[in-house]
């Protein structure tokens, strides 16, 4: 299968939100046939809640750029597996969340299936993907807009608060080189 660049969206809501975040991330450096190009910083998001269904508490959210051979329903899979390893309740999905994985964009690829749409259909309204997917990705063109992600921010509606952190994203769980045992 060809490499593709993907974007995976984070978010959390309930417990130590950094440190979900952090569990993610490492675990998306895991994944096989896959490698993390990209990492944004960490935003404290206001909950975009029309339902009042998440709860006060405020998000964490970045997002992460791949490439992969992996099929999109396979990326898909594993999010499900790093959500369920992270403790997400598919009881209450809609409720607070440990940890949110979203597949953005998989290449310039449109798929709509019941169980995935890609690009993910709420990717250009929303202030707390747009932020950190312009600062990884701004010239990345959405395959359905048809417009690059920074122009999507420019002429955004939604006014939802969002706040740079400044934590390095990847640092509470780094990655070592693997050492020669031999
Ligand atoms: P959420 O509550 O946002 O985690 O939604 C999870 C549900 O959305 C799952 O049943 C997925 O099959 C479905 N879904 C559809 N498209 C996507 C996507 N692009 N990324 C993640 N989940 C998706």
Known sequence: MANETIFIGLGSNEGDRLDFCERALRLLQLMPRSRVTGVSSYYETEPVDPYGVLGT????????????????GEVLALCQEIECSL???NSHR???RTIDLDLLCYGQ????TPDLVVPHPRLHLRR???VPFAEIA???RHPVAQRAIHELL??????????RLDVLPGSRYPSHPVTCLS
């Open 94 to 96: 809609i409720g607070p």
């Open 109 to 112: 690829h449109c798929i709509a």
């Open 154 to 163: 420019a002429c955004l509606e939604d006014q939802h608060q969002v706040r």
């Open 87 to 89: 403790g997400r309740n």
């Open 57 to 72: 508490g405020w998000f964490i959210n970045g997002v992460v750029r791949m490439e992969t051979t992996l099929s999109a």
């Open 128 to 130: 707390f993907i747009l």
């Open 138 to 140: 701004p010239q990345w």
